[in-house]
């Protein structure tokens, strides 16, 4: 009776053991998320700056987007802010456009990749069956060339 009981506890602090760490490692992939996003709308902001500044059309344009935040759940309303810059990015552009560019593309890349990490994470069954993402949203990926 006694092995009994004793396995029976091991196993639950086998278990809770297991559940906190997994809930930590999915809070640090949500941090991780946040400041991939945090970069991506910087880097989206200092492109719309850089056209906005070389090309003096694209001055509203960019300032529009500038003014756009690029929050989880609204990612949509950037994206269209977004897309009235689409002009000055095709063809020939200058070196300091295509180095902002650049940069949007690998903080997209940085973003995506956390998104997918946190998402494969929440979305296993032992995470949605024991709750452990809490209240915390399902990220969004930022699909959207930019």
Not at 22 to 29: F, V
Not at 60 to 88: N, Y
Request: charged share 20%; net charge neutral; aromatic share 6%.
């Amino acid at each position: 009776m006694n092995v009994l009981i004793i396995a029976c506890l091991a196993a639950v602090i086998l278990i809770a053991g297991w559940a906190y760490g997994t809930a930590q490692r999915l809070h640090t992939l949500h941090i991780r998320v946040d400041s991939t996003l945090a970069a991506l709308e910087a880097a989206l902001d200092r492109r719309a700056a850089v056209i906005a500044a070389l090309e003096p059309a694209a001055a509203a344009a960019g300032a529009r987007a500038e003014s756009v935040p690029l929050v989880h759940g609204a990612m949509g309303k950037r994206w269209e802010a977004e897309a009235e810059l689409a002009p000055w990015l095709k063809g020939e552009v200058c070196p300091q456009i295509a180095s902002a560019q650049v940069r949007v593309d690998l903080a997209r890349r940085f973003y995506n990749e956390a998104v997918a990490d946190a998402r494969a994470l929440h979305l296993a069954w032992p995470v949605r069956v024991l709750r452990l993402a809490g209240t915390a949203p399902l990220p969004e990926f930022a699909d959207k060339e930019v």
